[in-house]
Structures are given as C-alpha cells and as structure tokens.
Nanobody, 120 residues
Framework: QVQLVESGGGLVQAGGSLRLSCVAS????????MGWYRQAPGKQRELVVI???????NYADSAKGRFTISRDNAKNTVYLQMNSLKPEDTAVYYC??????????????WGQGTQVTVSS
C-alpha cells in the first residue's frame, strides 16, 4: 500500500508565503515524477508544477517566479515553496506521484489535499 500525505496548508494574507510538503510512504520501489496540482471551487483541477526523478521541472505559467518545487529522494518527499501568494491561489492543493511499488506495479497516486486560502 502506497500513501501520499500532504501538510503545510493554511490561511495567509496576500503577499505571504507557505511551504507545502508531501511524503510518500509504503512499499515503494521507485518514485518517478512528483508534482502539485490544485483545484479551486467550481474549477477543474490544474497543474501547478511537476518535477521528474531527473529533476526536470515544469511550472504552470501562474506559478513561474513565485513557486519553487524541490524533492528529497532520501525522504520520499516533495516540497512546494509558495511566495507572493495571491487570492487567486486559493485552492485545495494535491500532491501527485508516479510510483512503482515493491510488487512491481506502477501507478499514479494522489494525496488527500491540503487547503490553501489567501486573503486579500
């Protein structure tokens, strides 16, 4: 069983910062691409940023220059540093990871989501 658990969401004023963390646990053999997505009320889930196991990074335009993704492979953890937050960043943020488990199967996993609310 593989699990992703996010933390670090909360309420922050516009211009503030938050750091999200996502830890993958369970019978993990390999973790490939990890990333963050978000879903605002009434909107579809959208990509924020992804990072491959080769450290190639792809940011959505809305995140460029303000958000920074990083990963610690020894800890099976991916981070999202969010600076200069805007009210339009308000959403539930989801961690995603492409993982091969010790059974040999490779699947896409999602965390339960963490709420980020930016007040104006």
């Amino acid at each position: 069983q593989v699990q992703l658990v996010e933390s670090g969401g909360g309420l922050v004023q516009a211009g503030g910062s938050l750091r999200l963390s996502c830890v993958a646990s369970g019978r993990i053999l390999s973790i490939y691409t990890m990333g963050w997505y978000r879903q605002a009320p009434g909107k579809q889930r959208e990509l924020v940023v992804i990072i491959t196991n080769g450290d190639t990074i792809n940011y959505a335009d809305s995140a460029k220059g303000r958000f920074t993704i990083s990963r610690d492979n020894a800890k099976n953890t991916v981070y999202l540093q969010m600076n200069s937050l805007k009210p339009e960043d308000t959403a539930v943020y989801y961690c995603n990871a492409d993982i091969r488990s010790s059974t040999g199967s490779r699947n896409d996993y999602w965390g339960q989501g963490t709420q980020v609310t930016v007040s104006s």
